[in-house]
């Protein structure tokens, strides 16, 4: 008797899926580890994973439209004379001029400004574009110190000690040669078209004892009057946030494994740091424990998209948010209306992270005169500016629904999770209980 | 001639008037007596002082300075002339680690000794080191010049880029993409004329060896790999 076997569909490999075989072939033909831009793209807990709980019973709602909900926050007022004060809770990220056009980074400082809050340099110092058309601006101290001067100290509105960045904790930046035309080379003090590779470590402090030095340095070359901003990447966020207080901050950044970067290894990006969500709560018991929550400011970063994940953060105990990839998005970046020169470069709208490579044809990652004549300042501003005043009216519909009459009176009270991960992380109830994982028993 | 005692003025008031001279203004000599190993003494200076320290200071004395000449008579601590854009700092006796780290211009002098990391990551800077450098000095050394009349210690100007080094003692050993090259007419012109801004006489640029840049890990190649 004859036996025919049916056929079976073919079945791929969930340990070797075609991402993972296509990096491997990469791999082998090329001896390179993979560079892209942005943050990781993997799925992990994240803000989607909360839910508000609205006004009920026990709560009283605002009325949408009649009753104030304030959205202003104050920045430095632990040691600076001059406190940064912005309408809304919602602030630039640093990012270069280097990695983005001249153009970019004055859309950037337009919007920001029109919108009332920060916008922040970058590794390779403060263009002149960006100062003029930034009203707040936060200059970054970075490891490469590339063109940091006393000057531009002094006409910054905050300094941001930068110690790392949610994208590679532990790394320092890259800026690959196509990206180094001659106004950057000279800039940074660089031989024009090198792989630029900024130290991972500052040159002349070490742990958080220098540092305290070092930023008694800065306050004096500065008179005491520019807040001091630490920044982080997610890692050990109650140590890091206690040791940035120890420093003398006046203001700490953490930003989360979602936040993006120019350039560096897509192993870096997806396999180290902790995800946004797992930052907040341990960085606020840490300012909780020493007496300093909302004394000594938490800016939250990392994959920061909507007024939603602004209520939710603040929710959680952070002062402000930052975002930087959202920026970018709402200036143009990976707009389908260039889908025909992203298949070109073998991609797709939405997908497009070759930031390092400067061909973006939306002009904004790229040093190429023609590519970055693309974004006009002045209506990417705009677009900027519009973006950040629809999720400060997503917060604040949120937080008057809560009941709250400012952003920052939202509570891990009005938040519940949807999934164990996200209960454990924000430590807030599963929804429709009163526990989460680490909280007395089951 | 302004004097500050930093044993009875406080760091904030001799940074201040360090700060507020105008210009036009000709009393310009500042005296600071017992800095005491004080941090960040007379930094941020932006005016074409001249400034004394009349004993031995703490991290960061003369960081960012920008045109003032400043002599530190004692021994300075960590970051002495840090990110230096202008103007002479003179330490007349040891420093600590990273002198000089990231200046973008200047001249920092050392009549004695430099611990590690001298000069890293400096920007257009000149160093004249009388005696000995410690290890890792002129990483990621950009621009500039380091003359060291003494000798220099490990892994020397690793992942250098476009800075001299000229050292007239032994090299402990070189860093990554370090090499050793000719010392060419010019590279004497620019040694004579630090050693004579430094003060320095009777040393002979023949003794000294220059070393820099390879230049090839400028861009990335799969074949260095073990070199970053």
Redesign the interface.
Known sequence: MSYVNPPTPPRKSATFDDATLAEIRRAAA???YDIRGGGTKRKMPNFDDLLFLGASMSRYPLEGYREKCETNVVLGTRYAKKPIKLKIPITIAGMSFGSLSAPAKEALGRGATLAGTSTTTGDGGMTDEERAHSQTLVYQYLP??YG????D?RRADAIEVVIGQGAKPGGGGMLL?QKISDRVAEM????K???Q?S?CRH???TGPD?LE??I??LR?????EKPIYVKVGGARPYYDTALAVKSGADVIVIDGMQGGTAATQDVFIEHVGLPTLACIRPAVKALQDLGMHRKVQLIVSGGIRSGADVAKALALGADAVSIGTAALVALGDNDPQWEEEYRKLGTTAGAYDDWHEGKDPAGITTQDPLLAARLDPISGGRRLANYLAVMTLEAQTIARACGKSHLHNLEPEDICALTLEAAAMAQVPLAGTSWFPGKGTF | MPTFDLSISSLRELNTALHQVEEGNNDIHFDILNPRGHHAVAVGIAAHLTVDIKGSVGYYCAGMNDGADIVIHGSAGPGVAENIMSGTVVVEGDASQYAGATGHGGLLVIRGNASSRCGISMKGLDIVVQGNIGHMSAFMAQAGNLVVLGNAGDALGDSIYEARLFVRGRVESLGSDCVEKEMRAEHHEIVADLLRRAGISNVDTAEFRRYGSARKLYNFHVDNADAY
């Open positions: 090329t001896g390179i490469s110190r940091m001067n006393p000057r100290l040669g940074r003090t660089l031989p078209g090198i792989d590779r130290a040159p002349d402090w220098d030095i070092k008694i340095e004096e070359i500065t008179d005491w």
